[in-house]
């Protein structure tokens, strides 16, 4: 039996034309078609949902989340902020490493609603014992642990790292550079936290390659990607023009406004946008990745752009050819939103600014490989 489905009277957000129409959206047995191959398909019912006034996009992807609920002390449940929130995959950024990524799979993957990817993180126990999993090199994986894990679990994307001194302690820079020896040989991706030095960043971007991810990028602490006067440092320039990448990562400490707009004053430069989201940044700053993708609006990009920055540039990152796009044939997740006015409010970043907030983000219906996952 056809399961037939048509999203009609949205605005649709295409990421991969910067547009925004207003037209129907067709879904056929879990994937997107035209809208005339799914009316074709005599006598099935058609399950015809009314998006009008709101926004239709493909399904948003948050790069960073850390949803090892009841597993470590970060742990949120991925459903509360993925699909309730628009949000059809979410990928966990290091909570699991070696040692735990089965019960990581059992408990959290395998049960979730909310498509669910993940960084493994080089510490083998990830952050399953504290948040200071860097301080030992012994409790690093091998090169072997890797190669072995990845090519049994495809639900790994990437390696992550968190070098900012409380993580790594003495350790300084070699745990980085262990993750750069095992990317090497896996050709993965590593997912670097930048934060408090040590490391400084001047140590740390040299060592990253086309591909890796660089996430709190727009942090407000000292040490960062900008000078004083706003402009990138060195190697933090020398890193994009290699093919690094630029993760907002919100989280509890980690995103600015004040970075943020001396950066886009001065670079017209893409970046993905996503939460850092846990148990203790839920309520606030953080709140879901729609309130996320509100600052940036409210910093002055375009719908369009922030749209890109969680759906076509985040599946990019990952090298995804299934999620973040509208094309005929691909998996059908969809996220529809709308934008509601909300003169007066005020939305609050990592270092306690508040920002005027006059629309925001909030969702509506989500749909997951075609079906409804949820709805308001």
């Keep these: 039996m056809n399961e037939r489905v048509i999203v009609q009277n949205g605005l649709v957000v295409d990421p991969e034309t910067s547009t925004i129409q207003k037209k129907d959206i067709g879904i056929l047995n879990g994937v997107f ?28 992807i948050d790069l ?3 949803i090892f609920k009841d597993y470590t002390d970060l742990g949120i449940d991925p459903d509360l902020v993925g699909i309730k929130q628009g949000v059809t995959t979410i990928v966990d950024a290091g909570s699991a490493g070696y040692d735990n990524y089965r019960t990581f ?25 504290g948040l200071s999993e860097l301080a030992n090199l012994n409790e690093l994986m091998s090169i072997q642990e890797g190669k072995e894990i990845f090519q049994k679990e495809k639900s790994i994307v990437g390696l992550k ?61 000292k040490h960062g990607i900008l000078t004083e006067s706003g402009e990138l440092i060195p190697e933090a320039m020398a890193a994009i023009e ?31 946008i996503s939460t850092d ?7 606030n700053p953080v709140g879901s990745l729609m309130i996320t993708m509100t600052k940036l609006l409210s910093l002055g990009y375009s719908l369009t752009e922030v749209v890109t920055a969680v759906t076509k540039r985040a599946a990019d990152s990952l090298h995804l050819t299934e999620q973040g796009t ?16 909300k003169g007066g409010s005020t939305l609050v970043d990592s270092e306690g600014e508040e920002l005027g907030c006059n629309q925001q983000l909030t969702p509506y ?3 997951k490989a075609g079906k409804v996952a949820y709805q308001k």
């Design 365 to 367: 219906i989500t749909l």
């Design 161 to 221: 790292a968190r070098m900012s001194g409380s993580v790594v302690k003495d350790s300084g820079i070699k745990p980085l550079e262990h993750a750069r020896n095992i990317a090497n040989e896996l050709g993965k991706p590593i997912m670097v936290h930048i934060g408090n030095p040590p490391p400084n960043l001047q140590e740390i971007f040299p060592l990253l390659k086309d591909g890796d991810i660089v996430t709190h990028a727009f942090h407000g602490k």
């Design 105 to 129: 799979k059992e408990a959290i993957i395998e049960k979730s609603k909310t498509e669910i990817l993940a960084f493994l993180n080089i510490s083998r126990n990830g952050l399953c014992n």
């Design 277 to 283: 989201i846990y148990k203790k940044n839920y309520s």
């Design 33 to 60: 078609a035209t809208v005339e191959d799914v009316k074709k398909h005599i006598g099935e019912n058609i399950h015809y949902i009314d998006a009008s006034g709101y926004y239709v996009t493909p399904g948003f």
């Design 64 to 66: 960073h989340a850390h």
């Design 242 to 272: 290699r093919g690094v990448r630029f993760d907002v990562g919100h989280g509890t400490s980690s995103f600015s406004y004040k970075t943020m707009r001396k950066f886009k004053d001065k670079y017209n430069i893409v970046f993905t």
């Design 326 to 341: 509208l094309r005929v044939g691909s998996v059908a997740d969809v996220t529809i939103f709308e934008l509601k006015e």
